[in-house]
């Protein structure tokens, strides 16, 4: 203002700005110390939030309304942030043998689809690793359509679900599993 010499009420007019706007002098009392504990408290603690660390703080003695302490602590930058996905193992995984003949191992895998009444099903299939051949396929009703002879020697695992040949285990629509032979 003093520089293009206008008064007070001509410069806050032209900027469309209301004088007691401009005259305003906060009273908000200096928290410095507070901020400091804050960030010393959250240092210490990391994985405490907002709510924690202003429990600790009325602990020792500092009380503050949970409105004016949640601004301070997002001023502050002192977030807790989100934990990443579970580490995986390190290191080579053994790569899984293959079968070297029918019967030695069976996948499970279930296959959801959706016929033209909108209604949906789902299906349970076994299938025989080495020759590709789908076993039995079991709908969620229990309809069982059987295309081959299951045999009866046992087989290692792979896929979703295992099963041994010996003791075919198929989920019911139950809930529980049916252990008698397919």
Known sequence: ???????????????????TSFRYRSTRPDDTAVRERLRALAAER???GYRRLQWLLEREGVRMNHKR????????KLQVRRRRGRRRAIGVRAPLTLPQGPNQRW????????LTSGRRFRILTVVDDFTKEALATVTIADLIVI?????????????YRRCRPSEPRVCASSGGWRTSPI
């Not at 293009?4 to 700005?17: D, E, F, V």
């Open 107 to 114: 996948s499970l895998d279930f296959v959801a689809d959706q």
């Open 147 to 159: 295309h081959s002879h299951l045999p009866a020697s046992p087989v290692g695992w792979r896929g």
């Open 69 to 76: 302490f949640r601004r301070l602590y997002r001023e502050e």
């Open 46 to 48: 990391r994985r405490f």
């Open 1 to 19: 203002m003093t520089a293009h010499s206008l008064s007070q009420r001509r410069a806050c007019g032209l900027l469309g700005m209301d004088r």
